[in-house]
């Protein structure tokens, strides 16, 4: 499940437990988000090396 179906899916819940009927089918606006992936969770950036301990100055 990506990120924009979950945002979506627990805006469902959070309406449904505040009393609100939900619709048979998921509204076009919902439906856009949910299939986006502008929520989605993007990639980790690649693990750069860490600088040895020599290039740091011990003596400040």
Do not use: C, D, K, Y
């Not at 856009?32 to 950036?45: G, M, N, Q, R």
């Amino acid at each position: 499940m990506s990120l924009s179906e979950f945002s979506v899916a627990m805006h469902l819940v959070v309406l449904h437990r505040n009393g609100v009927m939900l619709p048979a089918q998921l509204p076009n606006s919902l439906l856009l988000i949910a299939t986006s992936s502008a929520l989605s969770v993007p990639p980790p950036p690649p693990s750069s090396p860490h600088p040895s301990s020599s290039t740091h100055n011990a003596s400040v």
